[in-house]
């Protein structure tokens, strides 16, 4: 499975950017789809997950402001990032995974910067 991240960017608090992931390979088996972000001096962290049955989580510092989807028939996992603040500030990087626990696949990751 080969994942390739797109979308970010820079932009200003409050602004909005989308987040694409497209997926080539067999990506029968995968079962949860992710986006993580890292920013700088900090571990990576779970921003939002999607599983093959629809079911959605998000961590508590984004609910309300992003939103994740899919495209089953694109092979394309999305991250609709609104009233972006300067702590949002991260590499974002989609994950793939058959299920919770295991490591996944990884896409290049994308640089998103919030600032004024």
């Known amino acids: 499975v080969q994942l390739q991240a797109s979308g970010g960017g820079l932009v200003q608090p409050g602004g909005s950017l989308r987040l694409s992931c497209a997926a080539s390979?067999?990506?029968?088996?995968?079962?949860?789809r992710a986006w993580y972000r890292q920013a700088p001096g900090k571990q990576r962290e779970l921003v939002a997950s999607v599983t093959s049955g629809g079911i959605t989580n998000y961590a508590a510092s984004v609910k309300g402001r992003f939103t994740i989807s899919r495209d089953n028939a694109k092979n394309l996992v999305y991250l609709q990032m609104n009233t972006l603040k300067p702590e949002d500030t991260a590499v974002y990087y989609c994950?793939?995974?058959?299920?919770?626990?295991?490591?996944?696949?990884w896409g290049q990751g994308t640089q998103v910067t919030v600032s004024s």
């Open positions: 390979g067999n990506i029968f088996s995968i079962n949860v």
């Open positions: 994950n793939y995974k058959m299920s919770w626990g295991l490591e996944g696949y």
